[in-house]
């Protein structure tokens, strides 16, 4: 046993672990009951402590709220709260039992999955005709009231070319400039005359958006469609 691990805590035997633990790209420490005796460096990067304050925690320093399944709410040194899951394994460390604990920051996930159950709600509830696209304009959202509105049944149109099922023909507006400012802004508001899957022509008022992920990578698209014929008819009428 070398005198640099004995110092560290780690017993000779313990050598391939130190070197997981040390260059591991998760935030990982140890403590012994609530005190943290070891962290590594991707912890004191991912938390923004030096290593001596961080030393100084107890796991109640950190961890804000406790869930099941190994789910907590974290406290960083500024302040800023993140969702993480916990994963601890029993160990030795400087010859007594301790808990090693691998942390898996999980804020980015959570807050998409409910983004995910919010977009659900509204395409099972929302009087509007929701559609939503891949970024490659293939469909993979059709709603109840897109079905009532549009006249096509989801099972129909999911998983097709968006241009080939959605045709419509744009008002005050030409289709390529409708395209051109959903591509270079990521959003278009306006008015579509849309044939239903009967035949009869409606009017919509369109509203579509552009998904992102974090890094800026376009995902897809969400389409709110509101029916407006009797609007537009009385508005003709009114003209006329």
């Known amino acids: 046993m070398t005198p640099a691990m004995v110092e560290n805590g780690w017993s000779e035997a313990q050598a391939d672990l130190r070197r997981v633990f040390e260059e591991n ?9 609530l005190e943290v005796v070891a962290v590594n460096q991707a912890a004191l990067l991912h938390y923004g402590y030096a290593r001596d304050e961080f030393l100084a925690l107890t796991i109640g320093d950190l961890a804000v709220t406790e869930e099941p399944r190994g789910f907590s709410k974290h406290r960083k ?7 993480v899951e916990v994963t601890s394994f029993a160990v030795t460390f400087r010859g007594l039992p301790a808990s090693l604990d691998s942390i898996l920051d999980v804020t980015y996930r959570r807050k998409t999955e409910a ?7 509204v395409l ?31 099972d129909e149109v999911l998983g097709q070319p968006l241009a080939l099922v959605f045709r419509t023909n744009f008002v005050d507006a030409e289709r390529t400039e409708g395209l051109r400012s959903l591509i270079e802004t990521g959003g ?21 958006t552009a998904l ?12 709110v469609n509101r029916d407006i ?9 009114v003209r006329s």
Do not use: C
């Open 229 to 237: 014929t009797e609007r537009s008819y009385a508005d003709e009428a």
């Open 188 to 208: 278009f508001r306006g008015e579509l005359t849309y044939d239903r899957g009967d035949g009869r022509r409606i009017h919509l008022e369109s509203r579509v």
């Open 115 to 121: 983004q995910a159950g919010y977009l659900d709600l």
């Open 124 to 154: 099972a509830t929302g009087a509007d005709a929701v559609v939503t696209s891949d970024e490659n304009l293939i469909l993979t959202g059709w709603n109840a009231a897109a079905e009532a509105i549009l006249g096509r049944r989801a």
């Open 77 to 83: 040194k500024d302040g800023s709260l993140i969702d």
């Open 25 to 33: 790209g998760h935030p990982m420490w140890i403590h012994d009951d």
């Open 212 to 223: 992102f992920d974090s890094d800026g990578k376009r995902l897809g698209y969400v389409s």
